[in-house]
């Protein structure tokens, strides 16, 4: 478990609309490609964990949400950025299931795929359910202002350990954030 991660939430985060009744609708959020590039320089994996919940809705299947996934994929790493995964729950809230957000699956699967230390690491979401996740799996959790987080950051705020206008400002504040507590063992137990 040696590497150090940012656990990226998809809708509200990397991409915008928040709902969509196609993948191709989706389009990234100004500076995220760059963000996903700084963290990747600064030795960051960054597996996305995404709930999707309306491919069990049938508005769209997993099969198109994966085949564009992968495009955006490719987009990301003609720009030297590279997403991992996606790390995917399907189910609606209806369905008991036990990957959504905030439960810790996706992450853990995530973690041990990529040989990831997650107590070195960071979740960056616009929901409360990202928040609660990060908290879960010991990383720390990043608010971004896009997406949801109108919604949920005045109630949850004040869990995260920083807020940030878009994901870009945040992986700027990860990078500082990190080589800190590098240079500080003691917040660095390891396990
Ligand atoms: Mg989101
Ligand atoms: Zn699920």
């Not at 996305?48 to 769209?60: A, L």
């Not at 949920?152 to 004040?158: E, P, R, S, T, V």
Request: with cysteine; glycine share 6%.
């Amino acid at each position: 478990m040696s590497h150090s991660a940012i656990f990226l939430d998809l809708n509200g985060t990397l991409v915008m609309p928040v709902q969509v009744s196609s993948p191709r609708e989706y389009h990234l959020i100004e500076g995220s490609v760059e963000a996903v590039s700084l963290l990747n320089q600064a030795g960051f994996l960054c597996p996305v964990v995404t709930v999707q919940s309306r491919i069990e809705k049938g508005i769209y299947s997993e099969q198109s949400f994966l085949n564009w996934f992968r495009q955006l994929q490719d987009q990301l790493k003609a720009s030297n950025a590279t997403i991992l995964g996606p790390y995917l729950c399907p189910h609606s809230s209806k369905t008991m299931c036990n990957c959504r957000k905030p439960q810790p699956t996706l992450y853990m699967q995530a973690a041990q795929e990529c040989g990831i230390n997650c107590k070195r690491s960071y979740v960056v979401g616009d929901t409360a359910n990202d928040i609660r996740a990060g908290k879960a799996i010991g990383a720390k959790p990043c608010f971004v202002r896009t997406g949801w987080a109108a919604r949920d950051i005045a109630q949850f705020g004040h869990e995260a350990a920083f807020i940030g206008d878009d994901i870009l400002q945040v992986a700027q504040w990860i990078v500082h954030d990190a080589a800190n507590s590098i240079a500080s063992p003691v917040l660095l137990p390891e396990r």
